[in-house]
């Protein structure tokens, strides 16, 4: 069921590619800590003991010139289309590039499902209503473990039809 669900959102390459920028630019995890169990190298040579917490910034990585282009601080869904012989379709980054689900043994597990909820959402509001901005809300983050918007999005729903 889940498989077939997948599939049939696979073809909403717009939709996706939204998405991705907004995990990109917004994860929700947007800090990552990792401590040794023992004492290593890493491959870039640099020594970390057990006493060495490792902080990776989702946050940062999302909006770096070198992984994603010039054009890293623009929200561009198209960034995510792969041209084929079948037309547009998705292109896949590497976990460890885009690590929103973190990437690894530890991956997130529920990558896939999230996805199709997020699709799943966004598909019957889109579809459903126009979605208008309330004007004057200011977005601001909150400080917690997961990044939120303190205030929330305030916006009008306006069926359509
Ligand atoms: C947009 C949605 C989601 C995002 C961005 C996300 C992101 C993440 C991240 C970054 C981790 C690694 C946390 C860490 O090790 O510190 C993680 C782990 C995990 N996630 Fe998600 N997640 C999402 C949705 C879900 C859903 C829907 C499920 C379950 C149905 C799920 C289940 C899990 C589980 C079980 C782990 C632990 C994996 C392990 O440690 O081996 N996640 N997720």
């Known amino acids: 069921?889940?498989?077939?669900?997948?599939?049939?959102?696979?073809?909403?390459?717009?939709?996706?590619?939204?998405l991705c920028e907004a995990l990109r630019l917004y994860p929700?995890?947007?800090l990552e800590h990792k401590a040794p169990s023992e004492a290593d190298?890493?491959?870039?040579?640099?020594?970390v003991d057990k006493e060495t917490r490792i902080i990776l910034s989702i946050y940062s990585m999302g909006r770096m010139e070198g992984l994603w282009g010039e054009d890293c601080m623009?929200?561009?869904?198209e960034r995510w289309f792969s041209k084929g012989?079948?037309?547009?379709?998705?292109?896949?980054?590497?976990?460890?590039?885009?690590?929103a689900f973190h990437a690894g043994p530890r991956t997130c597990l529920g990558k896939e499902m999230g996805m199709?909820?997020?699709k799943?959402?966004?598909?019957?509001?889109?579809?459903?209503?126009h979605v208008e901005l309330v004007e004057g809300h200011v977005v601001c983050p909150s400080d917690s473990i997961?990044?939120?918007?303190?205030?929330?999005?305030?916006?009008?729903?306006?069926p359509i039809n």
């Open 85 to 99: 012989a079948n037309g547009i379709g998705i292109k896949h980054e590497p976990s460890y590039k885009f690590p």
């Open 116 to 118: 199709i909820q997020m």
């Open 28 to 30: 929700p995890l947007a």
């Open 74 to 77: 623009e929200f561009k869904p």
């Open 146 to 158: 997961i990044l939120q918007m303190k205030y929330g999005l305030k916006v009008r729903l306006l």
């Open 41 to 47: 190298i890493l491959p870039t040579g640099h020594v």
């Open 120 to 129: 799943m959402v966004a598909a019957a509001i889109i579809c459903n209503y």
């Open 1 to 18: 069921m889940i498989t077939r669900l997948s599939g049939r959102l696979e073809g909403l390459v717009y939709l996706h590619g939204g």
